[in-house]
Each structure stands twice: as C-alpha cells, then as structure tokens.
C-alpha cells in the first residue's frame, strides 16, 4: 500500500548520507540499517529525512513482543501492540486528539530498527540501549510533526496504556498468572469482550501492517 509522503518534513532527492561520508573518513564500521525504501537509516545519528511510515509498519508487523513466547499461530507483533495500546488510551481518556493519537501510534516506532527487547534484557545492557532509542524516537516524533520530548501528560497516558496492554498480553498470550501480571503492569484494563477478542488474538505479518498503515492514514488525513 501506497500513502503520501505525510508529516513536518518533505523530501526531494536523496543526499548523499551522512553515514557514508562518516565511513569514508574513517573507515567505521557499518552503523547503519538499509530499508526496503531504499533509505539508510544511521544508528548513530538518525536523520528524520531517513524515515519513512511504510519501513515502520513493516518492520514492527514482524518483531514479536514478548520473544515470540506467545500462544498463537502468528507472533503478536508490536504493530498489533501499538493498535492495541490506543484503545486501550480511549476506553480510559475518552476521545483522542489526532496528535495523541500519532505519539501513541509511534510511541514503539524504534523497535523497527532495534527490535523488542523485554525489559529485563534492557535492564542488563543499561544505558546504551536507552540513548539509542531515544535518538531514534525524537527523529521519528520530527518525521511527522511531534515535539522530540511529549508533554508529560501524554506521557504518563501513553504509559498507563502500554502498561494495560501488557497486563492483557501477559495473561492471554504470555502465559502469566493475574497475579504476576497485576505485580509487573498494574491492574487489568477494561475492554469489551469482542474488542479483546480481536486484539488479542495474533494477526498474521500483513494484516498487522495494513491495518498500522491504514490507522496511520486516518491521521495523516485527519
């Protein structure tokens, strides 16, 4: 699928990357992703002009949440993750304003490059894995016309509402009990049975990236 080119910064040709002329000069290591766009998003020093909706979408249908240790015949992606976590944030704050809405819908954007790694694995690497992707989420927020640092507030929504998701994951799909579940992510949101149903059930790659592309669309037109 095809979307316009949607956001803050809009683009002609492509430069020549910073991170080639970087390996030139001094014959660095490769820190750099190539993506199916053809762009070549560098590590290091991201660049909003390296970022593109479809690379995200695409990458985030195929990591899996929880190392893949979930029931299902697909993995639950982070693309499913991220849909999930904005209804879960409406059924709590009511009505979501289109920028609300585009943070919660990025809020998990960097793991299209440096995957889902579970947090006790972030615990273990410290601050490196944190500035990496705090890099990469302020150029994402530039890409599409959010601020690098949200305000507090949405913070704190976008939080409660991932924490939610995860509680619902870990008992549907993660093989938690409610009890470790409630003592990890807090308590367990309310969702309609046959919005839970659906949300929670593993989409295949595609259908998780068409429908992460898709509510991207709204938004982007709204």
């Not at 430069?15 to 993506?35: C, I, T």
């Not at 695409?58 to 976590?85: D, E, K, M, P, Y």
């Not at 507090?152 to 009890?179: H, M, N, P, Q």
């Not at 659906?198 to 259908?207: F, G, R, S």
Request: net charge neutral; charged share 30%.
């Amino acid at each position: 699928m095809a979307l316009k080119r949607s956001g803050a910064i809009e683009r002609g040709a492509a430069a020549p990357s910073k991170v080639a002329a970087r390996e030139e000069a001094d014959g660095a290591s490769r820190a750099w992703q190539r993506m199916l766009s053809g762009r070549r998003l560098d590590l290091l020093d991201p660049s909003p002009l390296d970022v593109e909706i479809e690379d995200i979408a695409h990458g985030l249908a195929r990591v899996a949440r929880w190392n893949g240790q979930t029931i299902g015949a697909h993995i639950f992606s982070v693309a499913q993750h991220t849909l999930l976590v904005e209804e879960i944030a409406r059924r709590r704050v009511g009505a979501l304003d289109r920028r609300l809405s585009l943070a919660l819908l990025l809020h998990d954007a960097p793991e299209y490059v440096i995957g889902d790694m579970i947090s006790p694995f972030k615990a273990v690497i410290g601050g490196a894995y944190k500035a990496v992707e705090k890099r990469l989420l302020n150029a994402i927020h530039l890409r599409f016309g959010l601020p690098p640092d949200l305000p507090d507030e949405v913070v704190r929504i976008i939080k409660a509402a991932d924490r939610g998701s995860a509680y619902l994951e870990a008992t549907r799909l993660a093989g938690f009990s409610a009890e470790e579940a409630r003592r990890f992510f807090g308590p367990c949101p309310t969702l309609p049975q046959q919005m839970e149903r659906e949300y929670l059930t593993p989409w295949p790659a595609e259908d998780a990236e068409r429908r992460y592309l898709d509510r991207f669309a709204k938004l982007a037109a709204a």
